[in-house]
T-cell receptor
Framework: AQSVAQPEDQVNVAEGNPLTVKCTYS??????LFWYVQYPNRGLQFLLK??????LVKGSYGFEAEFNKSQTSFHLKKPSALVSDSALYFCAVRVLNSGNTPLVFGKGTRLSVIA | GAVVSQHPSWVICKSGTSVKIECRSL??????MFWYRQFPKQSLMLMATSNEGSKATYEQGVEKDKFLINHASLTLSTLTVTSAHPEDSSFYIC???????????????FGPGTRLTVL
């Protein structure tokens, strides 16, 4: 079975400071990892994904995430937070080349960037 | 980019009535669509996986007779909440996976969601 853990319900950061949203995963094969962002009353917007290759993945809006196989982590990062980054962030995983299996989501982390 | 639409974006209905939610992939064909349900301040809960032209596969605990899913074409899937009750009030989100893709192109794209309120 595959699962995702986002240990923090809420992350608060001052505007201009770096931000990190944590994610760890558990799968029985090679992971296929995603980050999505959700704004109030909206669907999920794709930020970035990791399949293979470079462990540092760059995505939309200046976000990046680092895949760490030994720690089974895929933390989301941004060097300088903006107030507009305040939203709900979801990490998701599925096993690579696993057919039509859906994404499994973490419970989400609410990011609040304070001006 | 890949766009998924949902209609309606919100709906209010009386208890006992049925509500249909449409999910469309606007600029790509989707052999697989997924329906999720999200409660306030919670994560997405997968309800069912729908493949074009075949019956949907429901997750454990999801009533297939209550949540009817039809995936009649490569661009349209519908979720019908039958005999809705207040406990069915929720945010329903669909997702589509682009047909004929694998590896780097294999991404799920999400609709904007439909907020259902049952009075």
């Amino acid at each position: 079975a595959q699962s995702v853990a986002q240990p923090e319900d809420q992350v608060n950061v001052a505007e201009g400071n770096p931000l990190t949203v944590k994610c760890t995963y558990s799968v029985s094969g090679n992971p296929y990892l995603f980050w999505y962002v959700q704004y109030p009353n909206r669907g999920l917007q794709f930020l970035l994904k990791y399949i293979t290759g470079d462990n540092l993945v760059k995505g939309s809006y200046g976000f990046e995430a680092e895949f760490n196989k030994s720690q089974t982590s895929f933390h989301l990062k941004k060097p300088s937070a903006l107030v507009s980054d305040s939203a709900l962030y979801f990490c998701a995983v599925r096993v690579l080349n696993s057919g039509n299996t859906p994404l499994v989501f973490g419970k989400g982390t609410r990011l609040s960037v304070i001006a | 980019g890949a766009v998924v639409s949902q209609h309606p974006s919100w709906v209010i209905c009386k208890s006992g009535t049925s509500v249909k939610i449409e999910c469309r992939s606007l600029d790509f064909q989707a052999t697989t669509m997924f329906w999720y349900r999200q409660f306030p301040k919670q994560s997405l809960m997968l309800m069912a996986t729908s493949n074009e032209g075949s019956k949907a596969t429901y997750e454990q605990g999801v009533e297939k007779d209550k949540f009817l899913i039809n995936h009649a074409s490569l661009t349209l899937s519908t979720l019908t909440v039958t005999s809705a009750h207040p406990e069915d009030s929720s945010f329903y989100i669909c997702s589509a996976r682009r047909a004929g893709t694998s590896g780097r192109e294999d991404t799920q794209y999400f609709g904007p969601g439909t907020r259902l309120t049952v009075l």
